[in-house]
């Protein structure tokens, strides 16, 4: 069955730092990847989409890589802050209307 | 504001009880979404909209019961809920399968 992996466990990092996140999947070949913000008590905003003829894709502090050949996204942010603080959650889409997503990464930006 | 509203943002109900989640888009999309979240998770897709024809129902329980009356509006209808029910319960829309837009949720607790 299709499955997304994301690390369960939080990331803690100091201000200014990269965060790097990780996304694998299995059992699929996602047409496209999104990556979603969401905060305690309210519900996931998009933040960037790649397309799988797309190595890497950025806006502002972010940067998206995807590789089909390992099954893996990774999800820069740099010069982090604080206000990054949230939990961050990948979604293979192989098109269509079912999008699923992974369960998050935790980030906490220690100021 | 998301663009998505979800009304109430809190309900608390027995198990007996009957209940609606209500949800409106105001960003012209024509996919409409209900997602549920519970803790520590991932995003559950239960059912899925298109110009309100469903598309989509990822072997959801009778008990809850979608409704879709128009492009704009989703709601979910409760009966009968058990207390493993007791989650956030997202809608979200989109234009045809980009990026979803979703709504801050509604908090549901069944005891």
């Known amino acids: 069955s299709q499955k997304i992996e994301q690390n369960s466990e939080a990331l803690n990092i100091q201000e200014g730092k990269t965060a790097t996140l990780t996304c694998n999947y299995t059992?699929?070949?996602?047409?496209?990847l999104q990556w979603y913000r969401q905060d305690p008590g309210r519900g996931p905003v998009f933040l960037l989409l790649?397309?799988?003829?797309?190595k890497e894709k950025r806006k502002e502090r972010l940067k998206v890589t995807f590789d089909t050949t390992l099954k893996q996204s990774l999800f820069h942010i740099t010069a982090s802050q604080p206000a990054d603080s949230a939990t961050y959650l990948c979604?293979?889409?192989?098109?269509?209307?079912?999008?699923?997503f992974g369960a998050g990464t935790r980030l906490f930006v220690k100021a | 504001e998301t663009g998505v509203t979800q009304t109430p943002r809190h309900l608390v109900m027995g198990m007996t009880n009957k209940k609606s989640l209500k949800c409106e888009q105001h960003l012209g999309h024509n996919a409409m979404y209900w997602y549920k979240q519970s803790a520590k998770k991932p995003l559950e897709l239960m059912f899925v909209?298109?110009?309100?024809?469903?598309?989509e129902n990822n072997s959801v329980p009778s008990r809850f019961s979608p409704e879709c009356p128009n492009s704009s509006h989703l709601f979910l209808h409760l009966h009968t809920l058990q207390p493993e029910d007791s989650a956030l319960y997202l809608c979200?829309?989109?234009?045809?399968?980009?990026?979803?837009?979703f709504g801050n949720g509604t908090r549901l607790t069944v005891t």
């Open positions: 979604a293979p889409n192989t098109g269509g209307f079912k999008t699923i």
């Open positions: 909209y298109n110009f309100k024809e469903q598309t």
């Open positions: 790649i397309r799988e003829n797309e």
């Open positions: 059992n699929y070949s996602p047409a496209y």
């Open positions: 979200a829309s989109s234009f045809y399968n980009s990026p979803l837009h």
